[in-house]
């Protein structure tokens, strides 16, 4: 593995992408550990910053993200995951995290409804 560069916390920004369609789903953040499951198990796994854990994407909805391919920027500080997506990748329920514009119109697809998932509202 290349030398990475993590930020402050230990942590490195992690893009994450459809890889047929290269559509960008959403931006999260993992530690050293969370990229070498991620390496070692194919499936995508992030560093929460709330809850100060590492979580694998899907344990709680079922919306597991596989991982083809994992690259890394010219200056090895950010990485980006090229996924094949289970369902929604947005805890709100839409199938990316940018499903609006900066002026607040809804230009995505809900997939499913997050109070059904986590019991609670995605927002």
């Known amino acids: 593995m290349l030398p990475?560069?993590?930020h402050e916390?230990?942590?490195?920004?992690?893009?994450?992408?459809?890889?047929?369609?290269?559509?960008?789903?959403?931006?999260a953040y993992a530690n050293e550990e969370a990229v070498r499951l991620?390496?070692?198990?194919?499936?995508a796994h992030y560093y929460s910053r709330s809850r100060k854990k590492i979580w694998k994407k899907g344990e709680e909805s079922g919306h597991f993200q596989k991982v083809g391919r994992i690259l890394v920027d010219?200056?090895?500080?950010?990485?980006?995951?090229?996924?094949e997506q289970t369902g929604a990748a947005c805890h709100t329920g839409y199938r990316t995290c940018f499903y609006r514009t900066l002026d607040g119109v809804t230009i995505g697809e809900k997939i499913f409804d997050p109070e059904k998932v986590y019991g609670k509202t995605g927002h």
Do not use: A, H
């Open 4 to 6: 990475l560069k993590f």
């Open 74 to 83: 010219c200056d090895e500080d950010c990485l980006i995951y090229e996924v």
């Open 38 to 43: 991620t390496e070692s198990t194919g499936s």
């Open 9 to 27: 916390g230990g942590l490195i920004p992690v893009i994450v992408q459809d890889q047929k369609t290269r559509e960008v789903l959403m931006m």
